[in-house]
């Protein structure tokens, strides 16, 4: 008999283990429960070492949004524990479910994810499929439409309430027209102005980019105001979310630190240079 090995991902520990036990008293199916994000990835990594990985991750949409149960409280015949993230271990948690499931499908695209929701939300629900999810599912829903929606996602199915399936697509409909219409602006710019707008996404400032692509600061203000000119935009910020959103990576790291003055600096390698704005003006 082929098992699937299933971990619940909740930081609510009743919930958790009453799930886990109920699944774990499928024939075919081996449970495992964390109360967190980070104990979720190092259950995950934990088992692919040892070679027997998950199959299904089930993950709580609102994830790190409400407190856990106190801790020693078990429910159903078979008590599961909840591996936790130990309080000093300095891991960075995700930030919610959706994100563990985008971590979680970029690390290790063979697992499939299932959303576990409070409530039906297309909005939330496209934002999972986006994050990589193939299935969403009511926390009340019976144990056979989750073992249902468990084997379907591992035939490669995606799983939605149809309740919800006019409205996800609507959302995932306008999600990509927005996306197209950024990729439109985009492809507007020059080869010169896309240079800019690469280093206006790596956090540079208009010394720095001068540096970087040998001109003159002058003529690089132009070029930025030519940019966000063409993109339709008023600020360098919006300049930038507008270009993530078309796809737009930053440049390649250079030898020097940036400054990105009230803004999320890059995940990438620091850059160097100066504030980009200030007041929604061009430094």
């Known amino acids: 008999m082929v098992r699937i090995r299933v971990l619940v991902v909740d930081d609510h520990r009743i919930f958790a283990e009453s799930l886990a036990a109920a699944l774990a008293a499928e024939p075919d199916v081996d449970v495992a429960a964390a109360g967190s994000g980070p104990a979720a990835l190092r259950c995950l990594e934990r088992a692919a070492a040892e070679g027997r990985g998950f199959d299904v991750m089930l993950v709580d949409g609102d994830l790190g949004t409400v407190a856990g149960a106190a801790p020693g409280v078990a429910a159903g015949p078979v008590q599961v524990p909840v591996a936790r993230a130990a309080p000093d271990s300095g891991e960075a948690a995700p930030a919610d479910g959706i994100s563990l499931v985008a971590g979680v499908r970029s690390g290790r695209p063979s697992v499939r994810t299932v959303v576990l929701a409070e409530k039906d939300d297309p909005t939330r629900a496209a934002l999972a499929l986006q994050a990589g999810a193939t299935g969403w599912v009511a926390k009340d829903c019976s144990l056979q439409r989750l073992l249902a929606v468990i084997r379907g996602v591992l035939r490669d199915e995606t799983h939605l309430p149809p309740a ?31 240079e800019v707008l690469r280093c206006m996404v790596a956090g540079l400032g208009r010394k720095a980019v001068a540096e970087r692509l040998f001109l003159s600061p002058h003529t690089v203000r132009t070029h930025m105001q030519n940019v966000l000119g063409k993109l339709g935009v008023h600020s360098t910020l919006a300049a930038v979310a507008l270009a993530r959103r078309a796809g737009v990576g930053p440049a390649s790291p250079g030898p020097v630190r940036p400054v990105f003055a009230g803004a999320a600096r890059s995940p990438g390698p620091e850059l160097a240079g100066d504030v980009v704005e200030r007041g929604g003006q061009l430094a």
């Open 164 to 194: 919800l399936l006019t409205g996800v697509l609507r959302e995932l409909t306008a999600a990509r027209k927005h996306r197209t219409d950024s990729e439109l602006l985009v492809e507007s710019l020059t080869p010169r102005e896309a």
